[in-house]
Structure formats: C-alpha cells, structure tokens
C-alpha cells in the first residue's frame, strides 16, 4: 500500500484523520459537469435552453485499480465508524495534477458508501489484512 498522508479524509468537527492510499483517485472525474441543462420547445418550434450552475452534488467514487488502492482492514474500520455519524463532514484531500486538491464531501449513504473486497480470502480476518477498497462522497458546499 501506498500512502503517505497525501489522500486522507478529516473529519471536519472532530479533526480526526484517516490516512487513505494515494492510488485512490476519483473515478469518472471528469463525467460531472457544474452547469446542467434544460431544453423545450416553444409552440412556434423555437428551442428554449435554460442553464444554470450546480452548486454541490458532485459524486466523489475513489477507486484504484484492483491491488492498488488497498486499505487495511482497521482503517476500514475507522472509515464505517465515521460514515456512521450523523450529520458528519469531512475534507478529502487526493493527489490529482501532480497537487493536492480539497473538496468538503459527505458518505454517500444513498448507496454503499464503502465496499471493501479482501485481497486474499481468509476465514478469520486480522487488522492488517488488506481489502480493495470503493468509497463514495458526495460534494457538499464548504462556504
């Protein structure tokens, strides 16, 4: 595993910090645009577009290639424990153009905000163990 406290997730109440592995990168990053669209037409045929700018939602989906964005099972266990905290927010910074870059982000509980695959099949897992790992955030407004 690859780390180096450049990707990691802060809870932004409690300054709790969980070191994730810098191969995490955000999967479909640039499918998600700011400004979204509406078409119509107008009895006479005339196309009406209306736009306007989104101001969060955007879905953060880490994901690294199998074997390489792997997260012991503890830190997996430190993340569930977060997700699992009402009201919670956190800044996630990732390694993205060669820079760091800080997005404020929610779990996204609307689907499995964690899915976590063991590397190598055990029956009685240690904390060590290393899974590969999918988390998903969502963009929430930093002010």
Known sequence: MRTNAQTKLTNTATGAVIILSDS???E???DWSAIVSNTKYALDGTMIVEQSERKAGRPYTMQA??????LTLATINSLKAERDKLGATFWLDYLSNDTVQRVKVVFDTTQKAIEATPVKGTNSPKLTDYYNVTLRFLEIPSE
């Open 24 to 26: 995490l990168y955000p």
């Open 28 to 30: 479909g990053e640039h």
């Open 65 to 70: 290639p199998n074997g390489h964005g792997v």
